[in-house]
């Protein structure tokens, strides 16, 4: 199957907003789950958002909760991550995930299919 493509990344200062990008294949998008993580420098890379694309319900972890919004557009097999009121500690490299295995929707390992990502970086 062919990975997923991430794009939208960017430098932008604190405040700021960023849309991020995923086109998924049809076999990885349609009805399916599919997640937004964050890997910052140094660290695990951690679940932001995921989403079930058959009836849009939505998944954030504790980082992203009123800040961030993840949203697909069927016609487009592309996943969307809204990020706004950007702080430093949002910086690093956005991954987009797919062909979830029935694990928990925020583990990096309920995931097997993995875009090269898109780097954000949010600094004054």
């Known amino acids: 199957q062919v990975q997923p493509v991430e794009s939208g990344g960017g430098s932008v200062q604190p405040g700021g907003s960023l849309r991020l990008s995923c086109i998924a294949s049809?076999?990885?998008?349609?009805?399916?789950?599919m997640a937004w993580f964050r890997q910052a420098p140094g660290k695990e890379r951690e679940g932001i958002a995921a989403?079930?694309?058959?009836?849009?319900?939505?998944f954030y972890g504790d980082s992203a909760k009123g800040r961030f919004t993840i949203a697909r557009d069927d016609a487009k097999n592309t996943v969307y991550l809204q990020m706004n009121r950007l702080k430093p500690d949002d910086t690093g490299m956005y991954y987009c995930?797919?062909?979830?295995?029935?694990?928990?929707?925020?583990?990096?390992?309920?995931?097997?299919?993995w875009g090269l990502g898109t780097r954000v970086t949010v600094s004054s």
């Open positions: 995930a797919a062909d979830h295995n029935g694990g928990h929707l925020l583990r990096r390992d309920s995931y097997s299919r």
């Open positions: 049809t076999y990885d998008f349609k009805n399916k789950y």
């Open positions: 989403i079930y694309t058959g009836a849009g319900d939505t």
